[in-house]
């Protein structure tokens, strides 16, 4: 898929189909129009129950992301953009449609939380389902660069969260080089379509305020999807988030108490070491701001002149994440994985 991540070994074009075409099922269209070679993946259908014209109206013009460089219509319910020509679908029950011939349905409605729902693509003719986001109903909740290992013959797969692909590959890699005693994450996170544009009832008080005109103390599902993905870390890692009043691309603020001390120079030298072998991540020494990272695929990228240590034994680690880009690039590579399967 991207230059980053899983590639799949087979030489038949994988089929998705996209159940939900909001932020994250636009973003995975967008970037498989942006694939090297455009017959990696075929798109069967993008399933969605808003009305055609808006779908194909909000995918031409994204306010985070820019307006897409070709032309979108989307005539006798028919996405056309690019040479493509993808059949738009209404149906609020995934199961009633034919997904024969699909290697995996990308589920991206964020309704998926029980088993029934999360089966619908498989009960559709669809071979796999990949979640994007946390789920209960997943056989196995999947992060790239931290645990691929577990996928095995999983139908119902989840992509963790933004965060958690964030998060993970650097704690196993973190573990790897130092050990990691105990650890906190702070996410500094833009604001999402689960807070109010004005202050309106939440479940939540402080995410019931405006989410553009405030510094929002939250949770975060990540806390305890690490102990599900690294299992080795399970009590050891807490976490917790802030929402902040801009659009795009979060941060990951990471302090943790090493088993190996380890100087400052000699842990910031193999850290960089590190990150150049995961795939997933990155690395600058150049003084960003969250703008420049508008659009990276990568998991994390993380800041080098943030890098902290403390008396050799606490380090401070500090990385950005497009929570939209990145995330949607890592479906699009676990996709590959669940697909390539049928081929070995």
């Given amino acids: 898929m991207v230059e980053l991540g899983a590639q799949p070994c087979n030489t038949s074009p994988m089929r998705i189909?996209?159940?939900?075409?909001?932020?994250?099922?636009?973003?995975?269209?967008?970037?498989?129009?942006?694939?090297?070679?455009?017959?990696?993946?075929?798109?069967?259908?993008?399933?969605?129950?808003?009305?055609?014209?808006?779908?194909?109206?909000?995918?031409?013009?994204?306010?985070?992301?820019?307006?897409?460089?070709?032309?979108?219509?989307t005539a006798n319910d028919?996405?056309?953009?690019?040479?493509r020509h993808i059949p738009?679908?209404?149906?609020?029950?995934?199961s009633r449609?034919?997904?024969?011939?699909?290697?995996?349905?990308?589920?991206?409605?964020?309704?998926?939380?029980?088993?029934?729902?999360?089966?619908?693509?498989?009960?559709?003719?669809?071979?796999?389902?990949?979640?994007?986001?946390?789920?209960?109903?997943?056989?196995?909740?999947?992060?790239?660069?931290?645990?691929?290992?577990?996928?095995?013959?999983a139908r119902i797969v989840s992509n963790a969260?933004?965060?958690?692909?964030?998060l993970a590959p650097l704690l196993g890699l973190l573990d790897d080089l130092c050990g990691v005693e105990t650890a906190h994450m702070t996410t500094i996170h833009c604001?999402?379509?689960?807070?109010?544009?004005?202050?309106?009832?939440?479940?939540?008080?402080?995410?019931?305020?405006?989410?553009?005109?405030?510094?929002?103390?939250t949770t975060t599902s990540a806390t305890h999807l690490i102990d599900e993905v690294l299992p080795q870390l399970a009590g050891r890692i807490s976490g917790a988030a802030l929402r902040v009043p801009t659009a795009s691309v979060s941060a990951?603020?990471?302090?943790?108490?090493?088993?190996?001390?380890m100087g400052a120079d000699a842990f910031a030298d193999a850290l960089r070491a590190k990150v150049g072998k995961q795939a997933v991540l990155g690395w600058t020494d150049h003084p960003l701001v969250s703008s420049d990272l508008r659009s990276r695929p990568e998991s994390?990228?993380?800041?080098?002149?943030?890098?902290?240590?403390?008396?050799?034994?606490?380090?401070?680690v500090f990385g950005w994440y497009d929570n939209e880009w990145g995330f949607s690039a890592r479906m699009l590579d676990v996709a590959a994985l669940m697909a390539d399967r049928e081929t070995v």
């Fill in 88 to 94: 738009l679908t209404r149906q609020g029950d995934l």
């Fill in 97 to 153: 449609l034919d997904l024969s011939g699909v290697d995996v349905v990308l589920e991206c409605t964020g309704i998926a939380r029980e088993t029934d729902v999360a089966r619908r693509g498989l009960q559709a003719g669809a071979r796999s389902v990949l979640i994007s986001g946390p789920s209960p109903a997943a056989e196995v909740t999947l992060v790239l660069g931290a645990n691929e290992d577990r996928l095995g013959r």
């Fill in 191 to 217: 604001y999402t379509n689960s807070q109010p544009m004005v202050d309106a009832p939440r479940g939540d008080m402080a995410r019931s305020r405006a989410g553009a005109l405030s510094m929002v103390p």
């Fill in 161 to 166: 969260s933004c965060t958690t692909n964030a």
């Fill in 252 to 261: 990951v603020d990471l302090v943790l108490t090493m088993r190996q001390a």
């Fill in 300 to 316: 994390l990228v993380i800041a080098g002149p943030e890098t902290r240590i403390v008396n050799d034994r606490q380090a401070r």
């Fill in 17 to 73: 189909a996209i159940n939900g075409f909001g932020r994250i099922g636009r973003t995975i269209l967008r970037q498989v129009l942006n694939l090297p070679n455009p017959d990696d993946v075929q798109v069967a259908l993008i399933n969605d129950i808003a009305p055609a014209d808006m779908l194909g109206y909000l995918f031409q013009y994204d306010s985070t992301f820019g307006p897409l460089p070709h032309a979108v219509d």
């Fill in 78 to 83: 028919v996405l056309s953009v690019a040479g």
